[in-house]
Nanobody, 126 residues
Framework: QVQLVESGGGLVQAGGSLRLSCAAS????????MGWFRQAPAKEREFVAA????????YYTDSVKGRFTISRDSAKNTLTLQMNSLKPEDTAIYYC???????????????????WGQGTQVTVSS
């Protein structure tokens, strides 16, 4: 059974940093993609960042470029999102997601992902 478990969320002041982690178990995604999405209250789930597991190609949504860094540790089967210069508009539940393949044209589409974590709350105060 595949499980994705996020950790590292919390409350931080604007300008601060948080580091999210996602531990994957049950399978590896060496031929696939892992990513982060977020969902704020009354809003749709939106793409944040993704990385192709084998090649390490990285994609970000424009609003987080230069502030967030996605990375993966193949040995530990772990995905990380380093978030710096956080803003109140970054407040959301952050979800880890995994895709069994690489579909670069669908990376930003939640329905393209096969597995999801339970989410971790990130709150940025002004």
């Amino acid at each position: 059974q595949v499980q994705l478990v996020e950790s590292g969320g919390g409350l931080v002041q604007a300008g601060g940093s948080l580091r999210l982690s996602c531990a994957a178990s049950g399978r590896t995604f060496s031929g696939g993609t892992m990513g982060w999405f977020r969902q704020a209250p009354a809003k749709e789930r939106e793409f944040v960042a993704a990385i192709t597991w084998s090649a390490g190609n990285i994609y970000y949504t424009d609003s987080v470029k230069g502030r967030f860094t996605i990375s993966r540790d193949s040995a530990k089967n772990t995905l990380t999102l380093q978030m710096n210069s956080l803003k109140p508009e970054d407040t959301a539940i952050y979800y880890c997601a995994a895709m069994r393949v690489v579909l670069t044209t669908r990376l930003q589409i939640p329905q393209a992902y096969d597995y999801w974590g339970q989410g971790t709350q990130v709150t940025v105060s002004s």
